[in-house]
């Protein structure tokens, strides 16, 4: 906010939708973190980091790339890496271009675990999210993503973060026509 700038409250309107989706969010989440600890005994960080890989040329991301696109410090990264390893389902590798850089690949376990856990997690994104919406809901919610996306993204691609570019190929992938579009 500008110095010597009043701020513009909330009314209650306002104020009711954005406590309805801070609060909607934040228990979606936990609901999906839940479901997929009890059905695959993984945190959605290491589903992400799975995902991630996946959808990655040679099933392989540098690990500051891959940090990056899943939100986490380089460390936290690290410390799920390490786990991963333990468990078989990700290699660390040295950058072939980069001699100081590492990358993370998906072994051939990872990628069984992300498929033996792919369906019960789509099944809990179908039961708490969209089983709960009529069709003209899940259009609404998509006009409203897509609209907040537009504005966000070029605002944090200015920053050079990475991760623009990431949400701007999968969008790509389910919508070529914002190939022609991208942020910032």
């Known amino acids: ?6 701020p513009r409250w909330l009314d209650n309107e306002e104020r ?5 989706w801070v609060f909607a969010t934040r228990l979606l989440w936990e609901e999906l973190e839940r479901d997929l600890q009890r059905d695959a005994a993984m945190p ?8 991630m890989l996946s959808e990655s040329p040679d099933r392989s ?3 500051s790339e891959l940090a990056d696109a899943t939100q986490s410090s380089r460390s936290r990264l690290s410390h799920a890496i390490a786990r991963l390893e333990e468990l078989g389902w990700v290699e660390r590798r040295s950058c072939p271009t980069d001699r100081r850089g590492a990358n993370a690949v998906l072994t051939p376990a990872g990628f069984a675990a992300l498929d033996a856990a792919a369906p019960s997690h789509v099944e809990s994104v179908r039961e708490h999210l969209f089983d709960q919406l009529s069709p003209e809901q ?3 919610l998509r006009e409203i993503c897509d609209t907040l996306l537009d504005h966000l993204l070029p605002i944090v691609s200015s ?3 990475a991760r623009t570019q990431i949400i701007e190929r999968a969008r790509a992938r389910l919508d070529p026509a914002l190939e022609e579009t991208p942020a910032g």
């Open 138 to 140: 899940l259009a609404q």
């Open 44 to 51: 959605f960080s290491y589903y992400e980091i799975l995902v």
């Open 16 to 20: 009711r939708a954005w406590l309805a």
């Open 61 to 63: 991301l540098r690990m």
């Open 1 to 6: 906010m500008a110095k010597g700038k009043s």
């Open 159 to 161: 920053r050079g973060d």
